[in-house]
């Protein structure tokens, strides 16, 4: 097992060298300059040349490359050209906002999605079932900022129960009251996902609820609660778990249309400011740090496969 883990490991920086090099080229032939749209429309060529100057920007690709790995090795993501700050004092000004988000939307998603899909699957064909899955349906069907509007509308402007934009940071403020700014974020982010979940839920249950060894330990006696959750709902939980992981790991990258719904200052409204100011430095540190948390949560995932099924075994 810890051969594999290390295996798994050195497997994953060739993976995030391949991440910096297309992610420094791919961003470097975007047409646009950085310089021009940092000074706007009316600035003159030997304004934007100074710029381009001051910014390395006038340098070849092959010599900005070279400075950007020699960078990253050192840890240092480089500078925003947008923000004028480091970068990565820029991604953990942001990170706690997603983090906090993605967190919430997961119970979110854990809390409606594995037990409508196990009560579905319970109670299959009947009108449970049927109810369960249109909800299911409508959640994987009705857009996000639609959804995250009508919940503004009714619970921020109707009945003043949660407010309706902005975050201000816990570890800034030392306030956990703030959490109620993620409320409406999470749910709207958590519903539509959790859709998903209740549909695999349901039909990874239904196959393992015909298996011979759940009708055997009825026979034997073990009480329905049991079968279900410790027989069926363990042996049905690696595509289940497959799920959560990926579904945790795209909160993380950031979920622009819901953060721009709700104003939040999360990686996602970074990712799409940065892209539109030309940000090469933050857009590059942001697509190696996706590509990090991917990685990270197909290894953690892998390791959680073998405590579910013993029969799983890693050499």
Same mark, same amino acid.
């Given at each position: 097992?810890?051969?594999?883990?290390?295996?798994?490991?050195?497997?994953?920086?060739?993976?995030?060298?391949?991440?910096?090099?297309?992610?420094?080229?791919?961003?470097?032939? *975007?047409?646009?300059?950085?310089?021009?749209?940092?000074?706007?429309?009316?600035? +003159?060529?030997?304004?934007?040349?100074?710029?381009?100057?001051?910014?390395?920007?006038?340098?070849?690709?092959?010599?900005?490359?070279?400075?950007?790995?020699?960078?990253?090795?050192?840890?240092?993501?480089?500078?925003?050209?947008?923000?004028?700050?480091?970068?990565?004092?820029?991604?953990?000004?942001?990170?706690?906002?997603?983090?906090?988000?993605?967190?919430?939307?997961?119970? !979110?998603v854990f809390c409606v999605g594995i037990p409508s899909g196990i009560?579905?699957? *319970?109670?299959?064909?009947?009108?449970?079932?049927?109810?369960?899955?249109?909800?299911?349906? /409508?959640?994987?069907?009705?857009?996000?900022?639609?959804?995250? /509007?009508?919940?503004?509308?009714?619970?921020? !402007?109707?009945?003043?129960?949660?407010?309706?934009?902005?975050?201000?940071? *816990?570890?800034?403020?030392?306030?956990?009251?703030?959490?109620?700014?993620? *409320?409406?974020?999470?749910?709207?982010?958590?519903?539509?996902?959790?859709?998903?979940?209740?549909?695999?839920?349901?039909?990874?249950?239904?196959?393992v609820l015909q298996e011979d060894y759940v009708n055997t330990a009825?026979?034997?006696?073990? +009480?329905?609660?049991?079968?279900?959750?410790?027989?069926?709902?363990?042996?049905?939980?690696?595509?289940?778990?497959?799920?959560?992981?990926?579904?945790?790991?795209?909160?993380?990258?950031?979920?622009?249309?819901?953060?721009?719904?709700?104003?939040?200052?999360?990686?996602?409204? /970074?990712?799409?400011?940065? !892209?539109?100011?030309? $940000?090469?430095?933050?857009?590059?540190?942001?697509?190696?740090?996706?590509?990090?948390?991917?990685?990270?949560?197909?290894?953690?995932? $892998?390791?959680?496969?073998?405590?579910?099924?013993?029969?799983?075994?890693?050499?």
């Amino acid at each position: 097992m810890v051969t594999y883990l290390v295996r798994r490991v050195l497997a994953m920086l060739p993976t995030l060298l391949i991440v910096m090099i297309v992610s420094f080229f791919l961003i470097h032939f *975007i047409p646009g300059d950085p310089a021009s749209v940092m000074l706007g429309p009316h600035a +003159t060529a030997d304004q934007i040349e100074k710029l381009q100057h001051a910014m390395g920007l006038d340098q070849s690709i092959g010599m900005q490359f070279v400075k950007y790995v020699s960078q990253i090795f050192q840890g240092d993501f480089g500078q925003s050209l947008l923000f004028h700050k480091p970068v990565t004092e820029l991604l953990l000004e942001r990170a706690e906002t997603s983090v906090m988000l993605a967190l919430l939307s997961m119970i !979110v998603v854990f809390c409606v999605g594995i037990p409508s899909g196990i009560v579905a699957a *319970i109670k299959r064909n009947t009108w449970i079932d049927q109810v369960l899955l249109t909800i299911a349906l /409508l959640g994987a069907s009705i857009p996000s900022f639609w959804l995250g /509007l009508v919940l503004i509308l009714a619970f921020a !402007v109707r009945l003043h129960w949660l407010p309706s934009s902005g975050y201000p940071p *816990i570890f800034a403020t030392g306030d956990l009251a703030n959490l109620r700014y993620l *409320i409406l974020p999470a749910i709207t982010l958590g519903f539509s996902n959790s859709a998903l979940l209740a549909r695999l839920t349901r039909s990874s249950m239904l196959d393992v609820l015909q298996e011979d060894y759940v009708n055997t330990a009825r026979a034997k006696g073990v +009480t329905n609660y049991r079968v279900i959750l410790q027989h069926a709902l363990r042996n049905a939980s690696i595509p289940i778990v497959t799920v959560l992981s990926f579904t945790f790991a795209g909160l993380l990258s950031g979920t622009v249309v819901t953060e721009s719904v709700f104003a939040l200052a999360g990686i996602g409204r /970074l990712v799409v400011e940065s !892209v539109l100011g030309r $940000d090469y430095p933050t857009i590059q540190a942001i697509m190696l740090v996706v590509a990090f948390i991917y990685l990270f949560v197909n290894f953690v995932t $892998d390791v959680i496969y073998a405590f579910l099924d013993p029969r799983i075994q890693y050499h």
